[in-house]
């Protein structure tokens, strides 16, 4: 079993930026990939950035650059970091974290708000 903490959301003006941590915890020599997901009020939840453990990284082409996904092997860690933001990126953000490079993903934390205000 594996545990996801997420932490660093809050309120923010636009334009400005915010970095999310995620720790996790339990049996994490089983984690492949972790990730960065978004739940946008009245939408699906959407997975925003993948971090691998083999040190490569894929996001949402729609983030046009914006938001930077980076990984700690040691501290079992995985963070995002959000510039420029839009009150359009008001949400939910989530941690993931998968076995395997399937794309299913078999844990996941409780989600931090973060707010961003014109």
């Known amino acids: 079993q594996v545990m996801l903490a997420e932490s660093g959301g809050g309120v923010m003006q636009a334009g400005g930026s915010l970095k999310l941590s995620c720790a996790a915890s339990?049996?994490?020599?089983?984690?492949?990939?972790m990730a960065w997901a978004r739940r946008i009020p009245g939408k699906h939840r959407d997975v925003l950035a993948v971090?691998?453990?083999?040190?490569?990284?894929s996001y949402l082409p729609s983030l046009k650059g914006r938001f930077t996904i980076s990984r700690d092997n040691a501290k079992s860690a995985v963070y995002l970091q959000m510039n420029d933001l839009a009150p359009e990126d008001t949400g939910v953000y989530y941690c993931?974290?998968?076995?395997?490079?399937?794309?299913?993903?078999?844990?996941w934390g409780q989600g931090t708000q973060v707010t961003v205000s014109s």
């Open positions: 339990g049996d994490i020599s089983t984690i492949g990939p």
């Open positions: 971090a691998f453990d083999d040190g490569s990284t």
């Open positions: 993931a974290a998968s076995h395997t490079d399937n794309g299913f993903w078999d844990y």
